[in-house]
Nanobody, 125 residues
Framework: VQLQASGGGLVQAGGSLRLSCAAS???????????MGWFRQAPGKDREFVAA????????LYANSVKGRFTISVYNANNTVYLQMNSLKPEDTAVYYC????????????????WGQGTQVTVSS
C-alpha cells in the first residue's frame, strides 16, 4: 500500500489549504485502510496527531488545536482522504503526513501501519 500526499504550500494566516492523500497498491480493501488520518511535525517538535476518519462509518477524531478549523473527509471510490484546513495560523506550519491502519480510530501514532511522504504547509503571519 502506498499513500501519496499532496496539496501543501505557502499561505497567509487566515487562509485555507486542502490536503489530499491517495491510497494505491496491488491489493487492499476498505478494511486494510479502515482508518485514515493526518499527522504533522513542526521543526524541532515531535510528530503529532491532527485528525482521523473511519472510512466505513465516517466517524472522525480531531486534535483540540485544529477542532473547528480543519475538516477530514474521505472519498472511498478513489481511496482518497482529504484535510480541509481553514483559518490557518502560523503555528499550523509543519510537514503533514497521511497515515492509515486497519483498526479503529485513534490518535496513537504507533497504531498506524502505513505512512505517506510528507507535504509541507507553511503559514506566514
Amino acid at each position: 500500500v502506498q499513500l501519496q500526499a499532496s496539496g501543501g504550500g505557502l499561505v497567509q494566516a487566515g487562509g485555507s489549504l486542502r490536503l489530499s492523500c491517495a491510497a494505491s497498491g496491488r491489493s487492499f480493501s476498505r478494511y486494510t485502510l479502515y482508518t485514515m488520518g493526518w499527522f504533522r511535525q513542526a521543526p524541532g517538535k515531535d510528530r503529532e496527531f491532527v485528525a482521523a476518519i473511519e472510512r466505513n462509518v465516517g466517524r472522525t477524531l480531531y486534535a483540540n488545536s485544529v477542532k473547528g478549523r480543519f475538516t477530514i473527509s474521505v472519498y472511498n471510490a478513489n481511496n482518497t482522504v482529504y484535510l480541509q484546513m481553514n483559518s490557518l495560523k502560523p503555528e499550523d506550519t509543519a510537514v503533514y503526513y497521511c497515515a492509515a491502519n486497519s483498526g479503529g480510530i485513534t490518535f496513537r501514532e504507533r497504531v498506524y501501519d502505513y505512512w505517506g511522504q510528507g507535504t509541507q504547509v507553511t503559514v506566514s503571519s
